[in-house]
Nanobody
């Protein structure tokens, strides 16, 4: 079992920055990839950024160049640095931990990010 707790969300103005944190506990050695997703009202959940156990990263086109995902293994924490925020970044952001074999996903409770124009 893996438990995930997100923090760092809030209300900011367009152009400002936020850093989200996802603290993991439990059997984190079994996790192969860490991903931030977001879900805006009335929209489907979408992948924002992912980082593998080996450190490979990938981003949604909409956040490339503005967001950076990173992981601090010593602190069992995954971060999402969000710069140059836009109103369309407004959403609930969820941390996901994925185990490949057997396939399983763990989810945090989400943290709200609101960007005003």
């Amino acid at each position: 079992q893996v438990q995930l707790v997100e923090s760092g969300g809030g209300l900011v103005q367009a152009g400002e920055s936020l850093r989200l944190s996802c603290v993991a506990s439990g059997s984190i050695f079994s996790i192969d990839a860490w991903t931030w997703y977001r879900q805006a009202p009335g929209k489907q959940r979408e992948l924002v950024a992912t980082i593998t156990k080996g450190g490979l990263t990938d981003y949604a086109d909409s956040v490339k160049g503005r967001f950076t995902i990173s992981r601090d293994s010593a602190k069992s924490t995954v971060y999402l640095q969000m710069n140059s925020l836009k109103p369309e970044d407004t959403a609930v952001y969820y941390c996901n931990a994925r185990q490949y074999l057997p396939s399983f996903d763990y989810w945090g409770q989400g943290t709200q990010v609101t960007v005003s124009s």
